[in-house]
DNA sequence: ATGCGTACCATTAATTAATTGGTGAATAAT
DNA sequence: ATTATTCACCAATTAATTAATGGTACGCAT
């Protein structure tokens, strides 16, 4: 029909991405109908619709369409592939890097009911009967300070880092005590990271944090030995 | 029915638990179909199956039936959830956290190959005609700071921020101008967080990360005015 | 030869139907 | 009067079905 000019559908084609209401990473219609509606042939229009896509103005996907902008990358945002991909190395380093910058935040933010809320948690911990308990609350804390940061998206990545943490050191099981040590070294250090926070001292609470998670560390390699 | 033996069902589950050829994880037969079987009525095997749940023996949830072992960790970090709850000023801030402790970490981590790689990365945004194509080619080079770290769970962790990011900041459109800036700020940003993390200094790529992502923030909120 | 139309394929999304644990009411049993 | 059984229904989940979409081969015409 207009083989006298192969290049007249790419060039409709590109006035529409232009001028399009189409925003990024919206879909355009199906080829089926957009052929239709620029009046050409199926495979004239999928000629266009390859040069725009080697150009990277859009992508193709079979069974999902044709979508304006660069291809997503497949995000590895799934919990269960992370956690079988993922160590327990790893998941200490990542720890060590978030949770002293969310304690840092949670200086600046946390109520005085959060931070009354906090020392509750320790004193509990610390008459705790069992390994079991002394880790709820443990944990408890730890969720505090995050909440408190009042930030709900560092929440929630604190609960998926935490989640994949509890499903990778599964086997690590702490039987061999019945009762928590009252010397344990925690206790001492949640204390200095409250009160730091308690202080709105951000970048000591940062610091203690990073203490704390570089002890529970170290314990937890001499009890793998 | 047996009323005078009321531990009769248990006893029964019990020792088809035990016999089982039924391995960890693995579904029992419903409710239904399970009560005809051992010749009781539904509410007594509830009775029954009540009591193991709560020894864990076995854990149930509708829709899906009963199964042999503990209940898998339930992680709510659930990236639509969060998406609503949350909004710019948070994604921002928690972007200011934990990107510039990525960068850190890649340029412990980063090898040759990856530092080529991000120079093209930058070279290609330098030379990307339309703003879908520059932004194209930042997402490339963010992401593959994070990948460089030899993080898999860091990096699903910054999938999982910039999931959240883009579906959160979506109704912010760059279409006033059509080709990027020359001298757009991030050009020299980029640069000089890449030479961080090529001379292996970590506190400098943390620190021209947390600068870069702070002009953007400017920028952001300059536009939005 | 080239292009157009038709049909079909593999993959994905949307829709619908079954399945399943949880719960309350009516009824029977004791 | 209390307890157990049966039935019906509910909310959540999964399985099955249908529709939609990009990719591709074949026949036909120009």
New binding site residues.
Partial sequence: ???VD?QGTLTQLRALLAQAPLSVDS?????????QQLG?????L?KA??TL?AEGQLW???????FIGSRPTESLADLSVTTSRTNPAEVMQTRLLIEPEIARVAALNATAADIAEMRTCMARSRSAATWRQYESWDNRLHRLIAESTRNTLLLAMFDTLNAVRRAVVWGRLRVNRTKPDPGHHSYAEHEEVVAAIADRDMDRAARMMRQHLQTVERKLLNQQQ
Same sequence: chains 1, 2.
């Fill in positions: 029909m207009n083989g192969p879909r355009l219609p199906p080829e089926r109908d957009l052929c050409v042939s199926r495979g004239e999928r619709l390859a896509e193709r996907h079979v069974g999902k369409g044709t």
